[in-house]
């Protein structure tokens, strides 16, 4: 198997469902850079370099670079989708949701419902995520819980190259609306990746890792700072279970509630905020279905209640750490 | 039908036809009858739906479209079954236009299982993609992208579809009507806004609220413009065909500035006490569509009084036996409330 970057695989996804399936468009600002300029054509490949290659394979009617416009142009994938195209609209950064969340929110999220199941909606609206670039309180933003929150968006957050294109390649092919969320720093993280077509599919968390004292429930890039965290802590003789839900919607409640049964202890980690958070979700579904099999508290690691901070200090106090894993596991183990 | 009109040949009745409406008044008689029933259609379904509001058998409010019915219809005479429109909180009159069943509509706004969609959207969501009617929407604006969206579609799976955005006076000071009108241009798209102006934002005249002029800002965007009394049902015929034909043969975008009035207050459940009593019967006496069509058809003896009495009898006919149906049917089962949320979740 090809070792492949985050990055790459994506990339892979996009070529070939675009080869596979006309019906597939895809539109976002810069997806190629360059559009209408002399130099350089595809000179991006998009801002982080993840849809590089496209515009040549498949030109600007399927590739559409278009103004810096969310409200227009994701209102108008919506639109496409519900008449026949199966768009693959970018939101260059999550935050930028802010001003088109009434497309996505009241009117993809709803569209199924209010007509009565009588329309579908295959949209997928990729976008970036997560601090860690420096890039301040506007650009950084872990926003996942907010679209997990609405019925009718399904929530991908993959934390892995295999993940991100077998997940990505589903929510093509899904018929529902789908956020897919990438962490800019996991871009450049390498992993095994097929050269060949494959799909995940939505609602089937991932056991990343078995243990014994404690299971660590971590989504998208936490996924790999609990498997720090696990690794020194198996220096120490604890041994931590890892669970990465995949998808925040729908959710594999049966497979968080199985392993907690199992093991009693659980440490969710969350890049999110913490207030109405997915970790606090998670928790609540797992006090509900788990209380006589609960050992302990269940301990919650997420940012802290505070918009992301610039300066490099700060900013890195914010992420959660395995440090941070480490302490919340050992004030629940050792009990 | 008397005999002697039916003996008249197009070309005898054109020579009495006053200029300005040579394009409407060229319809067959079957159209006109057509056109006709359609507008008294959506003035009684909305008549009726006020009525029944007062029973308290209606949940929550509406928005009616009465006064309007003659941009809805004008304009929709120009699509093709399959063009798509997107419509607005005031919807009833752009859906009846569009085709969708009066009966399941009716049974919509009850609530009711038979209805367009299920008793689950309601009179702000009716919404029927068999007939291209992409949804009334409870979002102010928010139709325009979605309608860009479907004419994209239409453009690049060259089906030679045209959509038509409906909106509001009050819709044009959304951020996403002026993105929607960049996006169509820039995209060539094959896409008609129709602007309805009843000069009310709700309850807020638009002159307070609104700088400039509608099709300056169109124009702004190089999107050609067309101002159009909206009370005479053949000038909009003839502004929506030019619009639609230049969609329809890829010259993009156009946009219709619809001058109509609004008969109700903002909702149905507004007393409308801001507009005064002298303006109100000022509107209804000198600016009803249904009137100004009786008028021009029969200055020209191409419909006489008998055959229009003749549509408004069936009409009322129908209203009725839609409002009868929708006492009748049940509301969804509440195994309804969680259905239909996805295709498929888990």
Partial sequence: ?335 | MSADIRSRTPQEMMKDLPEDNMSGLQLSQDKLIEVYRSMRTIRRFEERVMDEMATGDIPGNTHLYAGQEASAVGICLQLREDDYISSTHRGHGHSIAKGVDIDSMMAEIFGRATGTCGGKGGSQHIADISKGMLGANGIVAAGAPITCGAALSAKLLGTGQVAVAFAGDGAMNEGVMSESFNLAKIWNLPIVFAIEDNGFGEATANEHVSAGSFTRRAESYDIPSIEVDGTDVFKVYEAAGEAVERARNGGGPTMLHIHVPRYYGHYSGDPDTYRTPEEKAAMRNNRDCLSIFRKHVKEVSLLDSAELDAVDEAVEAAIDHAVAAARAAPFPPLSALTTDVYVKYL
């Fill in chain 1, 1 to 335: 198997m090809a070792k492949k970057s985050f990055r790459q695989a994506l990339n892979d996804a996009l070529h070939s469902e675009m080869a596979r399936d006309p019906r597939v468009i895809m539109m976002g600002e810069d997806l190629t850079g360059g559009a209408g300029a002399n130099g350089v054509k595809d000179a991006w490949g998009g801002p982080f370099g993840v849809t590089r290659g496209l515009l040549g394979a498949f030109g600007p009617d399927r590739v559409r670079d278009t103004p810096i416009s969310e409200a227009a142009f994701i209102g108008a994938a919506a639109g496409a989708a519900l008449t026949g195209l199966r768009p693959i609209a970018e939101i260059m950064f999550v935050d930028f949701a802010g001003v088109c969340l009434d497309q996505i929110m009241n009117q993809a999220a709803k569209f199924r419902y209010m007509f009565g199941g009588r329309a579908k909606t295959p949209l997928v609206i990729r976008a970036t995520y997560g601090a860690g670039s420096r890039s301040g309180s506007q650009h950084t933003q872990a926003l996942h819980a907010i679209f997990t929150h609405i019925p009718g968006l399904k929530v991908v957050i993959p934390s892995n190259p295999y993940d991100a294109k077998g997940l990505l390649l589903q929510a093509i092919r899904d018929d529902d609306p789908v956020i897919f969320l990438e962490h800019k720093m996991l871009y450049d993280t390498v992993g095994e990746v097929p050269d060949a077509s494959y799909t995940i599919p939505f609602g089937e968390a991932r056991v990343v890792r078995d243990g014994k004292d404690v299971v660590i429930i971590a989504v998208g890039r936490m996924v790999s700072v609990a498997e720090d965290a696990a690794r020194s802590l198996a220096a120490e003789g604890i041994s931590a279970s890892i669970v990465d839900p995949r998808t925040t919607s729908p959710l594999d409640e049966d497979t968080l509630v199985e392993v907690t049964e199992k093991i009693g202890r659980v440490v969710i980690v969350d890049e999110g905020n913490p207030r109405c958070g997915v970790a606090a979700d998670i928790s609540a579904l797992l006090a509900d279905q788990c209380f006589d099999a609960l050992k302990a508290p269940i301990k919650l690691v997420t940012a802290p209640h505070t918009p992301v901070p610039y300066a490099p200090n700060l900013e890195d106090a914010y992420v959660p750490t395995p440090d941070a894993v480490i302490k919340a596991v050992k004030s629940i183990v050792k009990r």
